[in-house]
């Protein structure tokens, strides 16, 4: 009796220390489940700026056409000529982009066709800011070309009469196409080429010889031009 007595006690002993250690074993064994786990590292991407400048060596290329009205035969020409181009563009997602175009030039105006006695009419500074929308490729790595079309609006300035003792090229209105390739090497620079075609038609009067002309001159320029890119 006293032997049974005894393994009941040691039983009742063991049984009450489980129960005293249990919770604590089981608040041991929860407590790695519930630490937080470690944030995932986060790699931080800088997205690219939507602000673009080029600045370029430009060359203007004019179509030598026009006329003086009631004068059969007539036509004029226009000089060409090199001048520096900025041009600032803004990126609305990853391939459209507006961008606007400044640069300012000088055109010297012949009398041709009948008129070629005539000789140099007259001379006239030309600012025709242009402003595209443009589609950029962005399918081919580092190389970026992409095509536009716009409009601009040429303002002529500082005009001087050479035959003519006085000369108004009219401001105007008109289009343009563009095409063009950037190859970037790196996120921030780049080197830039690019053509574009403005259809240019302006009216003009002018007076030679105390006879009053008018008529339209067809600048039509080609602007060929190659230069540095920066994205910032």
Known sequence: ???????????????????????AALAADIA???????????????????W?????????????????????????????????????????TDNIAAELILGTTYANIH???????????????VLPPTLTLQYHFTDFGAFKPYIGAGVNYTMFYSQEGDAASSLNVKNTFGTALQIGADYMFNEHWGVNFDVKKLF?????????????????????????????TYRF
């Open 1 to 23: 009796m006293t032997t049974v007595r005894t393994a009941s006690t040691r039983a009742l002993a063991a049984t009450a220390t489980l129960m005293l250690l249990a919770p």
């Open 32 to 50: 790695p489940l519930m630490e937080p786990a470690p944030e995932a590292a986060t790699e931080t991407v800088a997205a690219a700026s939507p």
């Open 52 to 92: 673009q400048i080029r600045v370029r060596g430009l060359g203007v290329i004019t179509n030598d056409s026009g006329s003086v009205n009631g004068v059969a035969g007539s036509d004029l020409s226009y000089s060409d000529s090199v001048i520096p181009e900025l041009d600032i563009t803004y990126y609305l």
């Open 111 to 125: 009398a041709e066709g009948s008129l070629a006695s005539v000789g140099k009419v007259g001379k006239t500074w």
């Open 200 to 228: 240019l038609k302006a009216d003009f009067d002018a007076t030679i010889g105390g006879t009053d002309y008018s008529g339209k001159a067809k600048l039509d320029p080609w602007l060929i031009g190659a230069g540095v």
